[in-house]
C-alpha cells in the first residue's frame, strides 16, 4: 500500500462495552444455519445467489444513517426480499451486535459500522460478525479495503467561509498550529471521538513523510520532535492552539458558515454538511491545494452476523450496496464508494474533484488504531492549554 496521500480509499465506547466485548468463547455466535454460496472468484455465480436469497427469511440492516431505509427499500424492491433499515450509531451497532450473538438471536443480519478498529479487533475475532467481499466486485475493491470490507468512506474537508474570504486563508495544515490561528479552528472534540483518534493513528502511520514534508514546505525547515511522530507533534501543537471543539460537524458548520461575519473560523467539517449552503444559507468552500491533505476520509465497514438465518440475502445485500444502484442514497451527499467503478456523483462540497488529495485510512492499521487509542487521548489532554 502506497503511503503517499493518492493511496486509495482511509464515540468512543465505554469501558463497559469493551468489557462486554472481551466476553469468552460462550458468547460467541452460532452457525449460518443455511449454507452460503461460495466466495472463490471461480464458483461465485450472482444468479445463483439470488436464487438462494430469495428462499431465505427478510433481513435487517443496522447502519448509523436514516439513509439505510430507502436503501433497504431499493433493495426489496429490486429482489422482492424484505429488508428493514435500522438506524442505530456504531457504538449500539457494536453493543447490539454482541448481545445478540452471545443470545443466539440474531435481528441485526447485515451491520454497517464506523468503528473499524473495534469491528477487526472485536466483532471478527469473537465471529459475532462474518467478512465477506463479493467476487465479481472485489477487483474493483482496494486490498487495504477488504479485511473487514469497507462500504464507503466518509470525508471531512477543511473548510471556511467563501464570504469573508476570497481564498483559503491557510495553505498548508501545519498553519492551523501557528498564533494566526489561535482559537480560530473548528472541529468535534477528539476525547470523545474514536475517529479522530484513529485519523491521528493512521497519520502516523501512513503519512509521516507527508507531514514532514509539509512541515519543511510551511516553514522552511526540517521537523525536529521529541514525539514518535510528525502526527504527534500536529496534534500536539493543535491542541495547545486552543481549537473550537464541537459536539458535531454541524455545529461546526455553523461556526465557519454563518453569515455576516468578519473574520469567522475555519473547519474540519464533513462533505454532508455541504448542504446547509442551499439548505441554511451558509458560505462554505473547501480548502483547495491545503497540503499534505484537503481532509480526510472515514471508512464504514459492512459485515454479515454470523448467525444469520439469512446469510445469502445478508450477503446479495452487501452485493447490492457496492453497486451503483445499491450505494446511491449515502454517496449523494458525498461519500464515497470502496467500488472504484461507481462513478462519484456531484455534490455541494464537489468530493470527486478532491478524491486524490484526501487522506485515505488504511486497513493494515487497524490493531494499531485499537491499541492506542488511549495514547492519543492522553496526548490531546496533556497538550491542550
Known amino acids: 500500500m502506497s503511503t503517499t496521500s493518492t493511496h486509495r480509499w482511509t464515540t468512543v465506547v465505554g469501558l463497559g462495552l469493551s468489557a462486554l466485548l472481551f466476553t469468552g468463547c460462550a458468547g460467541q455466535a452460532p452457525a449460518a444455519t443455511t449454507a452460503p454460496v461460495a466466495q472463490s472468484a471461480e464458483d461465485f455465480d450472482l444468479d445463483q445467489l439470488i436464487s438462494a436469497a430469495k428462499a431465505e427469511g427478510p433481513i435487517t440492516i443496522y447502519d448509523s444513517t436514516s439513509k439505510v431505509e ?98 483559503c486563508p491557510a495553505t498548508n495544515i501545519w498553519d492551523f498550529t501557528t498564533e494566526k490561528f489561535t482559537k480560530k479552528v473548528a472541529f468535534q472534540d477528539p476525547v470523545g471521538d474514536n475517529g479522530a483518534l484513529d485519523w491521528y493513528s493512521q497519520m502516523a502511520q501512513f503519512g509521516d513523510q507527508q507531514l514532514r514534508d509539509a512541515y519543511k514546505e510551511a516553514f522552511g525547515e526540517d521537523l525536529v520532535t521529541d514525539k514518535d511522530s510528525a502526527a504527534a507533534e500536529w496534534v500536539s501543537r493543535m491542541a495547545a492552539n486552543q481549537p473550537i471543539l464541537t459536539k458535531s460537524s454541524e455545529e461546526a458548520s455553523e461556526a465557519v458558515g454563518a453569515g455576516g461575519q468578519d473574520d469567522p473560523p475555519m473547519a474540519l467539517m464533513s462533505s454532508a454538511k455541504y448542504r446547509n449552503i442551499e439548505e441554511k444559507g451558509y458560505s462554505l468552500g473547501v480548502c483547495e491545494g491545503l497540503v499534505p491533505w484537503v481532509g480526510k476520509a472515514s471508512p464504514k465497514s459492512l459485515t454479515i452476523a454470523s448467525g444469520s438465518k439469512s446469510p445469502n440475502a445478508a450477503k446479495l445485500f452487501v452485493h447490492f450496496v457496492l453497486t451503483q444502484e445499491g450505494i446511491e442514497p449515502q454517496i449523494s451527499d458525498g461519500k464515497i464508494s470502496a467500488n472504484s467503478s461507481i462513478k462519484q456523483p456531484e455534490d455541494a462540497a464537489h468530493v470527486g474533484k478532491h478524491l486524490n488529495e484526501i487522506f485515505q485510512f488504511d486497513n493494515a492499521g487497524l490493531e494499531t488504531d485499537w491499541a492506542s487509542r488511549e495514547i492519543w487521548q492522553d496526548l490531546w489532554r496533556t497538550s491542550a492549554k
Open 70 to 167: 430507502d436503501m433497504a427499500a431499493a433493495f426489496t424492491k429490486a429482489y422482492g426480499i424484505k429488508a428493514t433499515g435500522v438506524k442505530t450509531d456504531a457504538a449500539e451497532a457494536i453493543e447490539k451486535v454482541t448481545r445478540e450473538a452471545q443470545a443466539g438471536n440474531v435481528v441485526g443480519d447485515v451491520v454497517a459500522i464506523s468503528d473499524l478498529p473495534a469491528v477487526k479487533n472485536q466483532l471478527l475475532p469473537n465471529n459475532f460478525v462474518t467478512n465477506w467481499v463479493p467476487a465479481d466486485l472485489a477487483p474493483n475493491i482496494d486490498a487495504s479495503m477488504q479485511e473487514p470490507l469497507v462500504m464507503i468512506t466518509d470525508p471531512s474537508f477543511w473548510t471556511y467561509n467563501t464570504e469573508a474570504f476570497n481564498t
